[in-house]
């Protein structure tokens, strides 16, 4: 079986570092997230829902600019595929 990726900066960082480099150089502002499957609601117990989420092994990294104004656009997000051993850019397209 082939071994995956540990998904933590410090891991990603030494096996990626041109890719590393260049999305922190680019952007401001990092922030990652886990990918997360939620159940939905399984039960109610007396008026108190419960719902089960699970975490992913896998993360998003977003990149923020500042800007002037006090508006937040985001452009393009960054994710690390275990199947192509390498970051994915994704654009993101404004509304």
């Known amino acids: 079986m082939e071994e995956r990726t540990i998904m933590n900066s410090q891991n990603l960082q030494s096996l990626f ?7 922190f150089t680019k952007n401001n502002l990092i922030v990652s997230s886990p990918h997360v499957i939620n159940r939905g609601n399984v039960m109610h117990l007396e008026g108190i829902k419960v719902r089960i989420s699970q975490k992913m092994p896998t993360k998003l990294y977003i990149g923020v600019n500042m ?3 006090d508006e937040v656009h985001f452009q393009t ?5 275990h199947l192509r051993h390498d970051f994915e850019k994704k654009m993101i397209e404004a509304e």
């Open 77 to 81: 997000c960054t994710q690390f595929s």
């Open 67 to 69: 800007r002037k104004d």
């Open 17 to 23: 570092p041109k890719e590393y480099e260049e999305f």
